[in-house]
């Protein structure tokens, strides 16, 4: 047999495995279980009555506007914080994963009191006529909050790592700054961006503690999916929650399988032979 | 195109990389910059490309003054020392990516035949599909090559062409570039800290140190008749030894050398190893034998003068070499230059 520079691999690999059964596919396996006991007939009444059927609309659609917003930000943030050498660009990298650190209530509460009409933003949005707390403009504003340091911190270090001679050589072959842009930055951090755009929506898509404060969570209009599973699980009709949660289960499933298979597309040309 | 440097200076922070440097590249002409690492041979490169702007001097391209003109519209092929290929693009692309971006129009099957063309010139045909990380050092700067040559330069500029590359692949590929250079005729310039490379391809060498030119000529010249102590030096080995010039004739153990133009005072003789005559007795510096070194074409000699000073010297690998044996050493072809400080 084959001398293997580590030992232990039969103990590590069996650690893993019952650690992955017993904290991740235990409780989703429980999940779908308890989904499962519903009959197929109610298990479809429940995910396609008219309030779920919003709650999907409201979060998958707040979710992309955060996800787009944070592509944006997120990617000139982590250009700044790379390219350009400015005091405090140390803080500013900080900052980056406060949102990761404080508690997603804390964050929500001090969003809401932002932008509450009294509060100092809101006061000001709503004198220009846009109202942001309990508006899905809240709930944006919350995820985007969130997800933010999805999207720097998977550009950053690939950004870090791209060879500056590669824009040197474009200029030399004539290339203008959009160009180069375009045809030789994006396409070398594709893959990271793919990665930090489905972290970042991933994350929208299950944010609770943030959106619930600022949503006002009125059915139909602002009233997240994650929200109604919550509110039937309050009300001790567990199947029904397990139903709904299923159906987060399985976008975020189709969601990393879509990522993964862009990212492989994207990431061809590094395959050797 | 010819090119002309005038009174070039460049400082990064507080180091001045380049001295005043003037120079003039005829039309066609292929030129070596050669000198140690810090010589300001790169930093000159860059600045002839566009890619640094020089503080002080001007650069002109014929007559025109191309010191501001933008890199990406100077017109210059440059040949990175890692090739600095995209990794995301196959090879053909890499190679029509400066015509793609070109603000002449070209249809996509000018661009195709003019890649297949290139291909062709850099002996990579049947590679068009690949990734750059799926071909072979040689291969990458063939293409990194082929892609500075399809936007039509004015000037060709490499930086350290050969610089990663094997030995033996070094020299075919060095030989290659002297034909393609002779083909398309094309104003070339590269830097190098190898002199065997230097010499074995540049028309001209123009040898840097510290920032500034310490000698130019062709080969033949720097080689035959290097003008100091650093030339001499950095053009292959060199034994060194302490001299006392007094009115154009230089001492060392008694021994006298032809120094005209050196004056009076502290100098150093500098001979090549294989410049010196062994003799058991006769005219020359004294010496006793120490050591020998053997290689595939001769022995390597390590000796020391009467008066402590170490020397090498080479000679048929038919040597008698006996350690501690007397004799003396005849110098061929010394150079005497003024000691250096």
Known sequence: ?273 | MKIRLDKIVKTFDTFRAVHGVSLDIGSGELVALLGPSGSGKTTILRMVAGLEYPDEGAIFFGEENATDIEVRHRGVGFVFQHYALFPHMTIGENIAFGMKVSKTRRSAAEIADRVADLLRLVQLDGLKDRFPAQISGGQRQRVALARALAVDPKVLLLDEPFGALDANVRRDLRRWLRKIHEELGITTLFVTHDQAEALDLADRVVILDKGRIVQTGTPEEVCRAPENAFVMNFLGDANRLKATVTAGRASVNEVLFDATGVPDGAAELFFRPADVIWREDGAGIPAVLLRVIDRPDSKRILAVTADGQHVEFDTAPEFPFRPQSRGTLEILRPKVFAAAF
Request: proline share 5%; with cysteine.
């Open chain 1, 1 to 273: 047999m084959a001398r293997r520079i580590l030992p232990g691999l039969p103990l590590s690999l069996g650690i893993t495995l019952v650690y992955v059964a017993v904290i991740v596919v235990l409780p989703l396996g429980a999940l779908i279980f308890k989904a499962a006991s519903l009959g197929p007939a109610d298990y479809w009444t429940i995910v396609s009555s008219d309030r779920a059927v919003a709650s999907y609309r409201v979060t998958l659609l707040c979710a992309a506007a955060a996800t787009a917003f944070n592509l944006v930000f997120g990617m000139a943030l982590a250009w700044v914080i790379v390219r350009y050498r400015f005091p405090g660009r140390r803080f500013v990298d900080a900052l980056v994963d406060l949102p990761f650190a404080l508690p997603t209530a804390v964050a929500g509460i001090a969003l809401t009191t932002l932008f509450a009409s009294n509060g100092w933003f809101g006061g000001a949005l709503s004198a220009l006529g846009i109202k942001v707390a309990y508006t899905p403009i809240g709930i944006i504003i919350a995820m985007a909050f969130t997800s933010l340091p999805f999207i720097v911190r998977t550009v950053q270090p690939v950004l870090e790592e791209l060879d500056g001679a590669l824009e040197e050589a474009a200029q030399t072959l004539g290339a203008s700054d959009g160009e180069i842009f375009r045809r030789v930055l994006l396409p070398q951090l594709l893959p990271a961006i793919l990665a930090g755009l489905s972290l970042s929506f991933a994350r929208s898509l299950g944010e609770f503690g943030a959106i619930i404060f600022i949503a006002g969570n009125q059915p139909y209009e602002t009233e997240i999916t994650a929200l109604l599973a919550f509110i039937r699980l309050e009300e001790y009709d567990y199947p029904a929650s397990a139903a709904i949660a299923s159906i987060m289960l399985l976008a975020a499933f189709l969601m990393l399988a879509v990522t993964n298979i862009l990212q492989t597309r994207a990431l061809r040309y590094t395959v050797k032979g």
